[in-house]
């Protein structure tokens, strides 16, 4: 499995994809942007005109995209790779999209013989830069053994969660622990500040000890900082949030604390920072 094919080279997957390259696999491309595609060109990648045109070249095809409806156009639109893929071509959707989405896609995939793989990550740019990401997946576990070896050159943590979907569900667990945390650590601040305590003294406490996250440490310093330069932006975590919340709706569980960080993000994003990095919540929690 030499040949592999990548569309959605946003923040995610331009370094997802780079990876790939630097790893020795022959990556063939599907973007929009010309500037993405004369990167890619110059790292050695073949560039293709549509997903259809793409999938007839490749044996595995990676999708990384922000929505359900934008996976679904690619797989399955118009110029989708259902069309040309061959019997056997393994799709991995490193998106995070609606669980119900990625079982009813992969539903139609394997009417044409294509298998498919969920698999969300945690992680951030840092994570995809460095090739460490936790890779969340689900599907077929056969089918993940298949395409391990990929998935090593990504990540540093694969695991299997269960059959279509699961993937999705894992994820939608992380974005709500984090976002909740996000939230946390700003009210945690504004605290200290609000009672006369330095609160990089108060981070750097809570660091050595049982409060001690990996938010507090990145998400923490970039309040402190007044440094919100994108990793993970903020309109993705309240798409994220929303989708949680949808599965929580369909599994009939109430979710109060993940319904609150998800207002508090949606206040965030209706304020005009869609685009700065969720850990922005600092400055909403600050009201």
């Known amino acids: 499995m030499q040949n592999i094919g990548y569309i959605g080279l946003g923040i995610m ?48 095809i990676f999708t990384n995209v922000p929505t359900s409806a934008d996976v679904e156009d690619a797989l399955l639109g118009k110029q989708g790779i259902i069309h040309s893929a061959k019997a056997g071509t393994i799709v991995i959707d490193m998106s995070t999209i609606a669980t119900a989405a990625t079982k009813r896609i992969a539903e139609q995939l394997e009417k044409n013989h294509i298998e498919m793989l969920d698999a969300p990550v945690s992680g951030g740019e840092k994570g995809a830069i460095e090739g460490t990401l936790s890779i969340m997946v689900g599907g077929k576990a056969e ?13 540093k943590s694969i695991t299997h969660i269960g059959g279509h979907g699961a993937g999705q569900v894992a994820k939608a667990c992380n974005q709500i622990i984090i976002g909740e945390t ?28 049982f409060a001690s996250s990996k938010v507090l440490e990145v998400h923490g310093k970039r309040m402190l900082d007044n440094d919100y330069k994108p990793g993970f932006k903020a309109k993705l975590h309240r798409k994220d949030m929303h989708l949680a919340l949808e599965q ?23 304020k005009g920072h869609s685009e700065l990095d969720s850990a922005a919540l600092y400055l909403v929690t600050e009201e």
């Open 182 to 209: 996000i939230v946390a650590v700003s009210e945690a601040l504004h605290l200290a500040k609000a009672s006369g305590v330095d609160p990089a003294k108060v981070r750097e406490a809570l660091l050595g000890g």
């Open 143 to 155: 089918v993940l053994e298949k395409v391990r070896p990929l998935l090593e050159k990504l990540g």
């Open 248 to 270: 929580a709706h369909f599994a009939n569980v109430n979710l109060p604390s993940a319904t609150y960080a998800t207002k508090c993000i949606d206040r965030l994003v209706l």
């Open 13 to 60: 997957g331009k370094p997802t994809a780079l990876n790939l390259i630097r790893a020795g696999y022959t990556l063939h491309i599907y973007a929009r942007r010309p500037e993405i595609i004369e990167e890619f060109k110059k790292a050695g990648a073949k560039t293709y005109a549509s997903p259809k045109e793409l999938a007839a070249a490749v044996d595995v």
